[in-house]
Nanobody, 122 residues
Framework: QAQLVESGGGLVQTGGSLRLSCAAS????????LAWFRQGPGKEREFVALRWVNGATYYSNPVKGRFTISKDNAKNTLYLRMNSLKPEDTAVYYC????????????????WGQGTQVTVSS
């Protein structure tokens, strides 16, 4: 079973940057697709970015070009670098792990972290 713990959230002004971290532990993480989702106030949880086992990445349109997902294999930590932040990026950000062929569909993911709050002020 995988355990995921996010950190790095906070309050930032429009145009600022943050880097979220997701420390992963447990079995079979090397064969999992790892992803970030977010849930804004009054909204459903939505896909942000994912990294497949082969290192390829995929982003949602709202964050493409501004966010970068990466992984440090030695530290077993997933990151989300967020640049040019906008107020609409305000949300709780969740790290998730799914099977190796997982997509942007939230139903593909079995393991979730507790979330970290990101607030972007205008």
């Amino acid at each position: 079973q995988a355990q995921l713990v996010e950190s790095g959230g906070g309050l930032v002004q429009t145009g600022g940057s943050l880097r979220l971290s997701c420390a992963a532990s447990g079995r079979a993480l090397a064969t999992n697709t790892l992803a970030w989702f977010r849930q804004g106030p009054g909204k459903e949880r939505e896909f942000v970015a994912l990294r497949w086992v082969n290192g390829a990445t995929y982003y949602s349109n709202p964050v493409k070009g501004r966010f970068t997902i990466s992984k440090d294999n030695a530290k077993n930590t997933l990151y989300l670098r967020m640049n040019s932040l906008k107020p609409e990026d305000t949300a709780v950000y969740y790290c998730a792990a799914g099977r190796s062929g997982s997509t942007s569909d939230i139903r593909d993911y079995d393991y979730w972290g507790q979330g970290t709050q990101v607030t972007v002020s205008s």
